[in-house]
């Protein structure tokens, strides 16, 4: 199944994700069921949403991620909302 996963990543810059995205393209399958991404700049961070095919792709994907995020100087974040996805369609596609 399907979901959504809403990330509020607070203080985070668009830098410091454009760094960890750079990272993150060098590994390979690690987006492997990544169905659609968004990333959104707002006063005090950043906000994330993504459509994962399923939760375990979803969290392989967080597992090779947390690491690289660290080491990038990434503080805690609070866990990301995650809900089921009842419909999901692209225009035109």
Sequence with gaps: MAI??????GGVSTDQYDQLNAKLQEIPGI???CVSHACVATD???????I???QE???????????????LGWADQPRPRVVA???HWVPGG
């Design 44 to 50: 005090g961070g950043l906000e994330i949403f993504d």
């Design 4 to 9: 959504l996963v809403h990330a509020v990543l």
């Design 85 to 87: 996805v009842h419909n």
């Design 52 to 54: 994962w095919a399923s």
């Design 31 to 33: 987006f492997d069921g």
């Design 57 to 71: 792709q979803m969290e392989a994907f967080a597992e090779k991620m947390m690491p690289v995020a660290a080491d």
